[in-house]
């Protein structure tokens, strides 16, 4: 069992849909973290999260740090197909620099 | 500034080698940490190197290794290939202990 769960696993989706995907662990993270990786490519940072309950928007993405410091999720509005990538939830743990999740895999269809 | 670098991007190795992949962080960052890709584990860290010293440990074997050099350059190291091995294998650098990470393309490693 991962420590830190995404769902949906795939998730494809016609181009001005809405979408959430979601993090969610029995543990308390310090902060998460949303990267988003393309293929032949490393993961790239999109928002870290730290407050319980944090919002933060980066243009039509929304990001949440749920009250309990346990989950978090990433909302797409109006999906476009350059928002098509591998997105992945990580946070420090233990003696782990980072843990990450198991992945989302979106496909926005033009 | 240039973004991490990494060599080999490709790389094809028989079972029972040993393989080295080589990292360079980017400018003034002195942690470089490792992780290893899998479709079926995922994205899983192997260690972190800060200074020169290995500052954590992921849940590797011991055929898993890495140094880090005085110009924050390091080398992971895989003995005995195993065909579990191949695999995705990513460096990430960052300043200093925060744990927001910039990652490089990856060098692909496949056993055969």
């Known amino acids: 069992t991962q420590l830190l769960e995404q769902s949906p696993q795939f998730l494809s989706i016609q181009e001005g849909e809405n979408l959430t995907v979601y993090c969610n662990s029995s543990?308390?993270?310090?902060?998460l973290q949303w990267y988003r990786q393309e293929p032949g490519e490393g993961p790239v940072l999109l928002v870290t999260?730290?407050?319980?309950?944090e919002v933060k928007k980066l243009k039509r993405l929304t990001f949440q740090f749920g009250d309990a410091r346990k989950d978090s999720s990433l909302h797409i509005t109006a999906a476009q197909p350059g928002d098509t990538g591998l997105y992945l939830c990580a946070g420090p743990f233990g003696n782990e620099k980072l843990t990450f999740g198991t992945g989302t895999r979106l496909t926005i269809i033009p | 500034k240039a973004g991490v670098t990494q060599t080999p991007r490709y790389l094809i190795k028989t079972r029972g080698q040993q393989v080295t992949l080589s990292c360079s962080p980017i400018?003034?960052?002195?942690?470089v940490s490792w992780y290893q890709q899998t479709p079926g584990q995922g994205l899983q860290f192997l260690f972190e190197?800060?200074?020169?010293?290995?500052?954590n440990k992921g849940n590797f074997p011991g055929r898993f290794s890495g140094r880090q050099f005085s110009n924050s350059r390091s080398e992971m190291n895989v003995s005995t290939l195993e065909l579990g091995d191949s695999a995705l294998y990513l460096c990430a650098s960052s300043p200093g202990t925060a744990p927001r990470q910039y990652f490089g393309p990856g060098t692909r490693l496949t056993v055969t």
């Open positions: 190197y800060f200074s020169e010293t290995q500052r």
């Open positions: 400018s003034g960052h002195r942690s």
């Open positions: 999260v730290v407050t319980g309950g």
């Open positions: 543990s308390v993270f310090s902060s």
